[in-house]
């Protein structure tokens, strides 16, 4: 097994600031539906670390896929492991009465947590972000530094825009430009909701996911092109990162691909703008050159390379 480290340049890492590790279990996984059996297997470290090669990026960041402190365990391991994980958004009972012990611990154990994810697309009432108990915990998140990823669907950007209205200090990052309806070509709405939660300059925006909302089969980057529009105009290019959504975007496209059409579409920026959405801005957001975010390590074995 390869153990030398990806490279570490003196300029800003290229960073994939949206992907996923798991060990497949029918029960837990039910959302990888059968359309989407080709995913229906284990993702490891030693998976992505070659494929981060092959594509030239420098590191990553693990996010949950499931609503466990479990999986965040799981995953601060992996990255404790391995160095090209750089950072985990993983999971905890934002609304529990113990939170503040839980980030206690999380923030004296491990430097690798970054921020945590509720999946709220799945949550039937579609103002389930403004719940008092969820807010509550939300407010305890940027006392220790931590991010918080919100992912969505279009329908819930509304409570969305006045859920990061209530928190100007907390740093928010939209998950896959909110999933808009890349196949049915479905824009104008979820566009002015985009453009509206923007005005947030605590709001950053994931350029990622895209492809599995579009035409798994027959879609092309034109498909994307009018709804990368509208993110690039909103956010800019400092408040925009390059995420793959590796594996779930196996489905509709291979990694090299999903970031081509990025890489393609950043063209007609300059070199730093290309730079700070490929990764510059990732590190900024995820405090990933922070020495003072967390507490010490637990001393699990953090050298460079592949651990699994």
Not at 46 to 52: A, E, K, P, Q, T
Not at 177 to 186: L, N
Not at 195 to 210: A, D, H, Q
Request: glycine share 6%; net charge negative.
């Amino acid at each position: 097994m390869d153990n030398t480290s990806i490279a570490t340049p003196s300029e800003p890492l290229t960073i994939d600031a949206h992907q996923h590790f798991w060990n497949y279990d029918p029960v837990r996984d039910a959302w990888i539906t059968e359309d989407m059996r080709t995913i229906r297997t284990n993702f490891t470290p030693y998976d992505l670390y070659r494929i981060l090669r092959e594509n030239d990026i420098d590191g990553c960041i693990a996010v949950q896929a499931d609503q466990s402190e479990n999986e965040t365990a799981f995953l601060v391991d992996i990255a404790e492991r391995n160095d090209f994980v750089k950072g985990v958004v993983g999971w905890v009972d934002l609304t529990s009465g113990y939170l503040e012990k839980r980030l206690e611990f999380y923030h004296r154990t491990t430097k690798k947590l970054k921020g945590f994810r509720h999946i709220v697309q799945t949550e039937p009432d579609n103002e389930f972000l403004l719940r008092e108990d969820f807010c509550r915990g939300i407010s305890l998140l940027n006392a220790y530094k931590y991010t918080y990823d919100i992912l969505i669907f279009p329908k819930q950007l509304p409570a969305a825009i006045r859920f990061v209205e209530m928190f100007p200090d907390q740093r928010f990052v939209v998950d896959h430009i909110a999933k808009p309806d890349i196949k049915g070509k479905k824009i104008e709405q979820w566009a002015s909701r985009m453009k509206e939660i923007s005005k947030n300059p605590n709001v950053y925006c994931k350029v990622s996911g895209m492809v599995t909302e579009a035409d798994w089969r027959r879609w092309k980057p034109d498909d994307l092109k009018p709804y990368l529009d509208i993110v690039f105009d909103a956010f800019g290019t400092r408040r925009l990162m390059f995420g793959s959504d590796w594996p779930v975007c196996l489905v509709a496209a291979e990694y090299s691909r999903v970031k081509e059409v990025i890489a393609g579409y950043l063209q007609q920026f300059s070199p730093e703008e290309q730079k700070a959405v490929m990764g510059g801005n990732a590190a900024l957001f995820y405090y990933l050159n922070d020495e003072s975010v967390t507490g010490n390590q637990t001393g699990k074995d953090s050298t460079a390379g592949i651990n699994i």
